[in-house]
């Protein structure tokens, strides 16, 4: 059992560099799909920068509380 299950995932690992190429041709021949990463990719910027702001705010907010 334990042969056939190691030969599963040498398969998979061995199919993930082949489905990772495939899906890349894909999104560099696909306009629409390009232009969303181009568009998301500041968009995820801004709000991982608003998360760590808003992180921080709480953390100060915490901060102040316990100093009272």
């Known amino acids: ?3 056939l299950v190691d030969v599963i995932v040498s ?3 061995a199919a993930i560099p082949i489905i990772g ?3 890349l041709n ?9 232009t969303l990463l181009a568009v998301l990719e ?6 991982a920068l ?3 702001q808003a992180d921080l705010k709480t953390a100060q907010a915490k901060v102040t ?3 009272k």
Request: glycine share 0%; net charge positive.
């Open 50 to 52: 608003a998360q760590a």
């Open 65 to 67: 509380e316990l100093s």
């Open 42 to 47: 500041p968009l995820a910027k801004a709000d």
């Open 11 to 13: 398969l998979a690992v």
């Open 1 to 3: 059992m334990n042969n």
């Open 26 to 34: 894909y999104i560099k021949s696909n306009k629409n799909v390009t």
């Open 21 to 23: 190429a495939y899906a």
